[in-house]
């Protein structure tokens, strides 16, 4: 069992993508970081559906001991709230899932307004590579095209600096 384990977790290291790290933000320094991410859509459901559970909070406090993550609903959000908890932190993750194109638009609004007071907000699209086509200022851009329990390990080893990742992306994005 822990061979497979060990073995599905260097297939999600060698998977992960990254688009763009303009400002050298990577390896994150420090043991804080604020996470927004979306409540989980599946394709087959209707928005009101949504699971409202955070996947990556509870892995990034292995990595990051003063993580702390905002989970957002698929509706039109309290820019307040999401503008002082962005302020608040020392390093930002934006964490995009996006299955339908309601909640891709939703995402990518949210994502902008955000980008716009943290230019330094690292983001991970956990779904598609599609999301950068609604935030192209993005600085920091990084696939990981799923959020199974072995991809956000991976994202973590690769933001705490543990691998240089060697995934290529399925198809050409703006770089």
């Not at 939703?106 to 956990?126: F, N, P, T």
Request: include cysteine; hydrophobic fraction near 40%.
């Amino acid at each position: 069992m822990r061979a497979r384990r060990e073995r599905e977790l260097e297939i999600c290291r060698r998977s992960i993508v990254i688009v763009r790290d303009r400002l050298g933000l990577l390896p994150l320094q420090g043991d804080e970081l604020g996470i927004v991410e979306w409540e989980k859509l599946p394709s087959t459901f209707a928005i009101e559906d949504a699971r409202r559970e955070a996947y990556l909070g509870p892995v990034a406090k292995e990595y990051f001991p003063k993580a702390e993550t905002l989970l957002l609903p698929l509706e039109n959000p309290d820019f307040e709230t999401i503008r002082k908890f962005a302020l608040s932190h020392r390093n930002l993750l934006l964490a995009p899932y996006s299955r339908t194109p309601e909640a891709e638009k939703l995402q990518g609004q949210v994502i902008s307004e955000i980008l716009k007071i943290r230019e330094d907000a690292v983001v991970v699209s956990l779904a598609n590579p599609y999301d950068l086509r609604w935030f192209p200022q993005a600085s920091t851009y990084l696939l990981t095209f799923n959020f199974r329990e072995c991809s956000l390990r991976a994202l973590f080893d690769l933001l705490r600096g543990s691998f240089s990742p060697t995934g290529n992306p399925p198809v050409q994005l703006p770089i």
